[in-house]
């Protein structure tokens, strides 16, 4: 197997897993974002490096996001988003911090893999990455890559999809998006 071949099929599973995302439940989730005063985000493992991109890409567009957990976070309120990503929907920690969000009123919005999910009980909406999880369902799209990576990469493409549609709504100048982006470094 060469490398041509391996790209083509990632490719071609990544396209498929995003045209088979429900459109309406993107664009209910810009809503959510666009309502909130800020947007948190939590997930563990790779989901949570694909997480903390999408957070600093809504960031760069004047969104105030935090990852749960780092020493700069501020309370949750009413006011607030919280932003689960969980393909099994079963994963721990992201079910104790969407738990504990729908103790302070924070709507939470789940993105993962399994719609009849534990994070469903505390979840006010739901978009659906209809990949292979590490449970193995009935109507997943499956993969040739290991593990849970093709959720990992279609949640990082979500997100960055979800900017665009930002920015072309906003009719945001791409140049001076530059003026968010680290400059300490």
Not at 27 to 47: H, N, P, S, T, Y
Not at 72 to 87: C, F, M, Y
Not at 101 to 108: G, P, S
């Amino acid at each position: 197997m060469n490398y041509n071949d391996v790209q083509n099929e990632i490719k071609e599973e990544i396209s498929n897993t995003l045209g088979q995302i429900n459109s309406e439940s993107v664009e209910k989730l810009l809503a959510e974002i666009k309502q909130a005063d800020k947007v948190f985000f939590v997930g563990v493992g790779r989901v949570l490096l694909s997480l903390e991109a999408v957070a600093k890409r809504l960031a760069h567009l004047g969104i105030k996001t935090y990852v749960v957990g780092q020493i700069t976070e501020p309370a949750i309120t009413e006011k607030d988003l919280l932003i689960v990503g969980s393909g099994s929907g079963e994963s721990a920690f992201p079910l104790i911090i969407a738990k504990k969000a729908k103790k302070y009123n924070a709507r939470v919005a789940h993105i993962g893999a399994n719609p009849d999910c534990s994070m469903k009980e505390y979840s006010d909406h739901f978009v659906r990455i209809p990949v292979s999880t590490k449970l193995q369902l009935p109507n997943e799209i499956p993969s040739v890559q290991p593990m849970t990576s093709l959720f990992e990469q279609s949640l990082l493409l979500l997100g960055d999809s979800l900017a665009l549609m930002l920015i072309r709504e906003q009719n945001i100048d791409m140049p001076s998006l530059w003026e968010y982006h680290a400059n300490l470094e």
